[in-house]
């Protein structure tokens, strides 16, 4: 059973930033593409940033781009969302989730919501 626990969340004003923490119970990144996806009150979720493990390949909504990256450490069992520039339309629980890698796109994973497992969210909250 894959197990993702997101953290780094919290409270931030406009303009500042966050890095959002998705750990996995046990070696997953290499075999998983991952992305992170949020959900605002009375909105949908929505893919904000994926990446594929075969390539290394990105994508980013974009209301997103140019202010948030994603990345992994070097142990390959931590993915991070770097959130810069951050505005309150921002705000919404973050979550992680992952879909084995090479059975879709990572524009289609997030774009289309794609995803196997999610971990259970950590809430950004982006208010003066």
């Known amino acids: 059973q894959l197990q993702l626990v997101e953290s780094g969340g919290g409270l931030v004003q406009p303009g500042g930033s966050l890095r959002l923490s998705c750990a996995a119970s046990?070696?997953?990144?290499?075999?998983?593409?991952i992305g992170w996806f949020r959900q605002a009150p009375g909105k949908e979720r929505e893919g904000v940033s994926c990446?594929?493990?075969?390539?290394?390949?990105?994508y980013y909504t974009d209301s997103v781009k140019g202010r948030f990256t994603i990345s992994r450490d070097n142990a390959q069992n931590t993915v991070y969302l770097q959130m810069n520039s951050l505005k309150s339309e921002d705000t919404a629980v973050y979550y992680c989730?992952?879909?084995?890698?090479?059975?879709?796109?990572?524009?289609?994973?997030?774009?289309?919501?794609?995803?196997?497992?999610w971990g259970q969210g950590t809430q950004v909250t982006v208010s003066s």
């Open positions: 990446l594929s493990a075969r390539d290394g390949g990105t």
């Open positions: 046990r070696f997953a990144y290499d075999s998983y593409d």
């Open positions: 989730g992952v879909v084995g890698t090479g059975i879709t796109s990572v524009q289609a994973m997030c774009s289309r919501g794609i995803v196997g497992a």
